[in-house]
C-alpha cells in the first residue's frame, strides 16, 4: 500500500500554488463577507422597523450589535493578514436583502409579516453559516489558527441567531399566522 509523505508534498511547488490559490479564495471570500456584513449593519434596521413581535425585535436588535462586532471581526482578520480591509459585493446577501426587502413590502403589518421576516432572516444566517464555516476550514488548512479563532467565534453566533429565530418562529409567530389565516378565511 503507497503511503503519501505530506511534508515532501507541502515542500513542492505544486503545494505552495495549491496554497496560494487557496488563500487567494479565502481572501475573496473574506472580501465578500466583510461587504455582507456591512450591508445587513443596514438591512437589520428596516427588519426592525418592520416587525411587530417584541421577541423578534430584541432578538434582530442583539443580532444588530452582534453584526457590527462582525464587522470588526472581520477587519481584524484583515489586520492579521496584513491586508487592507476591502469589501467585494456579495451578489448572494444582496439577493437575500432584496428577498427581505420585497417580503416585508408585499406583508400586513403583524405576525404574518413577521413570520415572511423570519424566513428572510433565516436564509441570511444559513448563507453566512456556510459562508463561516468554509472560511474556518480555508484558515485551518492555511494554517490561520487565530484568524479560524476569531472566524468561529462569528460561526457560532450566527448559528446562535438561527437557532432564536427558529424558536421565535416556533413559540409563536408561526401559530398566530396561522390564526390570521384562518380569520382571514
Avoid at 52 to 75: W, Y
Avoid at 80 to 94: P, R, S, V, Y
Avoid at 122 to 151: D, M, W
Wanted: negative net charge; charged residues 35%.
Amino acid at each position: 500500500m503507497k503511503t503519501t509523505d505530506r511534508s515532501s508534498k507541502k515542500k513542492s511547488p505544486e503545494y505552495a500554488m495549491e496554497e496560494s490559490s487557496l488563500r487567494k479564495l479565502f481572501e475573496d471570500e473574506l472580501k465578500d463577507m466583510y461587504w455582507a456584513e456591512k450591508a445587513l449593519t443596514k438591512a437589520l434596521p428596516k427588519m426592525i422597523k418592520n416587525a411587530t413581535s417584541d421577541e423578534l425585535i430584541e432578538a434582530i436588535e442583539n443580532h444588530l450589535e452582534e453584526t457590527e462586532g462582525h464587522v470588526q471581526k472581520v477587519e481584524q482578520v484583515f489586520e492579521l493578514l496584513n491586508k487592507k480591509a476591502q469589501a467585494k459585493k456579495c451578489e448572494a446577501m444582496d439577493g437575500l436583502i432584496k428577498e427581505a426587502e420585497e417580503i416585508m413590502k408585499n406583508c400586513d403589518k403583524g405576525a404574518m409579516c413577521d413570520a415572511g421576516i423570519i424566513s428572510a432572516g433565516q436564509k441570511v444566517e444559513h448563507y453566512e453559516i456556510a459562508s463561516y464555516g468554509s472560511l474556518c476550514t480555508f484558515a485551518q488548512i492555511l494554517g490561520l489558527t487565530e484568524i479560524r479563532n476569531l472566524l468561529e467565534e462569528i460561526l457560532d453566533q450566527e448559528k446562535s441567531a438561527d437557532e432564536k429565530l427558529t424558536e421565535i418562529a416556533e413559540s409563536t409567530i408561526n401559530l398566530e399566522a396561522v390564526e390570521v389565516e384562518s380569520e382571514q378565511m
